[in-house]
């Protein structure tokens, strides 16, 4: 009877790469997994999402810095991606009647693995200079270094613009109040600010993939993919010292055994 409810986004694993050439048993939107997530939503009175983004980079590119540029954007064109979806839950809210029964005032993206890079990167990246630090250009010329990202083909994080890019949703906001990322990274402290939306984590420590404080990417079959990059518990750390989270301090002033042991 609810005639709004916050809407997850909910954004699958898989390395940006198709299931079985990504060398998992994982890497769709509808991997069990994952679709068990989004009904553990809804049946806690969430409106959900099971988001499809685009797949695909070159793990076999010859040179460590060409597939950290093939990575950087597979996670760009998944940003990319999922702001088109959240314009698309708005477009539907105001043109539409609200279909999916949603509150545009709620709106949060639930991210695993790589849909937790894309998560991060969607609350974070939103100038120019963020793509285009020193360790995301292509320095094999030293007199003439190159942006890994040329927005002037693929467009911009909002996937506007882009002589190869095709706009989606265009006019609608893509704004979201809140990000989850399970495992998932950042391409650069420096792109958290005060003002960004709250955010949290989940992180295995000892993860093999991506790093849990911050440093390199690594894949068991191909070695170190890309480097300098921060995991949840840099991301969080400085997250916290923004004020970003005070919002739930209320949370986590909690007194269980759970919460006292995440506070150690």
Known sequence: TVAERPLVIVLHTGTFAPIIYNGNPTGMRDDFATSQMCQSYAKRGYAVANLEYRLGW??????????AASLMKAVYRAIQDTKAA????????AVNGNTYGIDTSRIILSGQGSGGWVALGYAS?????EIQLSKFLDV??????????DTAEIGDWNGYGGLYNVENNVGYSNDVHMVCSMGGGIGDLSWLEAGDVPMCAVHCPTDPVAIYTTGDVAVAQIGVVTTDISGSYDVMVKANSLGNNSVLDPVNAGSDAYTLAAQA
């Open 58 to 67: 070159n793990p076999a590119a010859p040179t460590q810095a060409e597939k």
């Open 86 to 93: 959240v314009r698309y839950f708005r477009m539907d809210y």
């Open 125 to 129: 990246l939103d100038k120019l200079a």
């Open 140 to 149: 094999s010329d030293p007199s003439n270094p190159i942006a890994l990202i």
